[in-house]
């Protein structure tokens, strides 16, 4: 089953880190448009199994942003959609009743993804399952790749989140890649953080003193 290795890097000062990414010669990934919107639903049974078990199921619908203000002229041909199924396992390790480890510097899931057609069909069939979409959250994401020069960089996603709380560096890839990305983007081993968003925006609705809901971004006025 394939496996997905990433770590989380925050962001105080997107403009100095757009500068290191230029440093570095990283470029936007082949086949992506640029700033694409993603809205993510998780589902999970009204007991929370899934959770439980430390598996996560969701639905992506990503929709690319338009490259001008002209695509959104009447007539202009809109943004396709992207619809992607993912589900994540713990590694096979952790399912077992084996001892435990030390802690991971990196956050190593077993993926599952695939692309489908209709978000409101999926939608309908979970919940004939008798599961629930429980927690939404949005980000906007742009996905860029390491030129091919770097040897060392091979199979590197790095993906800039602007989300509800902030802005995030995801690294993904071969865990020695992604070490030397972080370095070479500023950063060491302490600024990694491998909670998912879900937990990253619980910690923050509780230093606000807030009622965790969806994490979306507010309506504009």
Known sequence: MPRETEIKLRIHDRTALLRRLKKLRARLASGR?????????????????????????????????????????????????????????PVA????????????????????????ADAGTLTRIFEGLGMKGWFRYEKYRTTFRPPASLRWSKGLLIELDETPIGVFLELEGPP?????????LGFAKRDYIVENYLSLYVQACRAAGEEPRDMLFAPHK
């Open 33 to 89: 448009t640029g700033r694409v919107h993603e809205m993510n639903v998780i589902f999970d049974t009204p007991r929370g199994d899934l959770g439980k078990r430390g598996q996560l199921l969701r639905v992506r619908i990503e929709t690319p942003e338009p490259a001008s203000k002209r695509s959104l002229a009447p007539g202009s041909q809109a943004p396709k959609q992207r619809i992607r199924l993912t589900m994540k396992l």
């Open 93 to 116: 390790d952790e399912a077992t009743c084996q001892p435990p480890e030390p802690p991971r510097r990196h956050k190593v899931r077993e993926e599952l993804e695939l692309e489908v």
């Open 176 to 184: 020695e890649a992604i070490d030397r990305a972080a370095a070479e």
